[in-house]
């Protein structure tokens, strides 16, 4: 299992039984507009990071971005298996 994974499970569990401190179930509990709100904050700060060309934040800024967009999968009942065989069906005759 890689840590793409593993971060959605620990969001599968959280789901199902929610902890008062946890971010994660503070997010489910907001619902898709503040999970989408975040996306969009998320995704300028990876712009903003790249501009800057400094490597850490970069790393960091987009690994905030894919954890908020694993809470948008979860949210529609989507895993990463189903972006790992888009992904894969895209680039099939490569």
């Known amino acids: 299992m890689n840590i793409i994974e593993k971060v959605f499970n620990i969001i599968l569990k959280r789901r199902e039984n929610p902890k008062e401190n946890s971010y994660v ?3 489910q509990g907001k ?3 503040a999970i989408l709100k975040k ?3 998320e995704a300028g700060e990876v712009v903003i ?3 800057g060309g ?4 970069i790393i960091h800024e ?3 971005l894919w ?3 694993l809470l948008v999968l979860e949210f529609h009942g989507l895993t990463p298996e189903d972006i790992y065989s888009e992904l ?3 680039h099939k005759g490569d």
């Not at 400094?54 to 934040?57: Q, V």
Request: hydrophobic share 30%.
């Open 62 to 64: 987009i690994a905030d």
């Open 88 to 90: 894969e069906r895209r």
């Open 67 to 69: 954890f908020h967009t």
């Open 31 to 33: 619902g898709l507009d």
């Open 39 to 41: 996306i969009g904050e």
């Open 25 to 27: 179930s503070k997010m």
């Open 49 to 51: 990071a790249s501009k």
């Open 54 to 57: 400094i490597k850490n934040e």
